[in-house]
């Protein structure tokens, strides 16, 4: 069964370096998205991405994240300067069409800035 | 806006007991509305989806769902519980911006 994959599934760092996480969508989806989840709390929109390009992203996306699809497969989120704050679950999904609706994750990357 | 309540954060039950998660939506159009489930240090699985249609869903791992209108609902049910049920479930909503929104999750515990 196709599923999204996320490379690290953990990186620890120290604030203010940068971080790039990876995912690699289901091939044939067109809309890719990153979610955040703080220990213990909700699952948070960041960014979606349509058509090699932004389609929607949230306030918690601010400057210092950036997302990027370099090639046909990978789909990627760096974050500039991490922040303590930033330490969380990374999940990032991926969907066929506008109209199916479901959104598959990956397992995601846990992010430990120290 | 859009937003998604799940007015229980634990709920512990009895194996073999039967579960109800609940719901509830703010959304101005027919929702398409979703359960997922999160095992520890897991990603999420999707249980069931309600897009249109028959309003109770079935889903995997024996659970059902009712999307309800008239109370802006789409509670989760089963009614035997495993242990290996245990995990958190979350209710989301299509927004039709692209994003799902997610509740804030739903602990569950299982007792033997």
């Known amino acids: 069964e196709p599923e999204v994959t996320q490379t690290p599934s953990h990186q620890v760092t120290q604030m203010g370096q940068e971080v790039i996480l990876r995912c690699v969508p289901i091939s044939n989806h067109l809309y890719f998205y990153w979610y955040r989840q703080i220990l213990g709390q909700k699952v948070e929109f960041l960014v979606s991405?349509?058509?090699?390009?932004?389609?929607?992203k949230s306030e918690i996306f601010d400057d210092q994240f950036s997302v990027e699809r370099p090639d046909g497969s990978n789909f990627t989120l760096k974050i500039r300067s991490t922040k303590l704050e930033d330490s969380a679950m990374y999940f990032c999904a991926s969907k066929a069409g506008s109209n199916t609706g479901e959104l598959f994750f990956g397992e995601g990357s846990r992010l430990t800035v120290l | 806006a859009q937003s998604v309540t799940q007015p229980d954060i634990h709920i512990t039950v009895s194996e073999g007991a039967s579960l109800e998660l609940r719901c509830n939506y703010s959304y101005g159009a027919t929702p398409y509305l979703f359960w997922y489930v999160q095992s520890p240090g897991q990603g999420l699985q999707l249980l069931l989806k309600?897009?249109?249609?028959?309003?109770l869903v079935q889903g995997i791992k024996g659970f059902e769902a009712e999307f309800k209108r008239s109370q802006s609902s789409f509670n989760l049910r089963k009614p035997s519980v495993h242990w290996s049920d245990a995990a958190e479930y979350f209710c989301a909503v299509d927004s039709g911006t692209y994003k799902y929104i997610f509740g804030t999750g739903t602990r569950l515990k299982v007792l033997a």
């Open positions: 991405f349509y058509n090699n390009e932004i389609s929607e």
């Open positions: 309600y897009f249109s249609g028959d309003t």
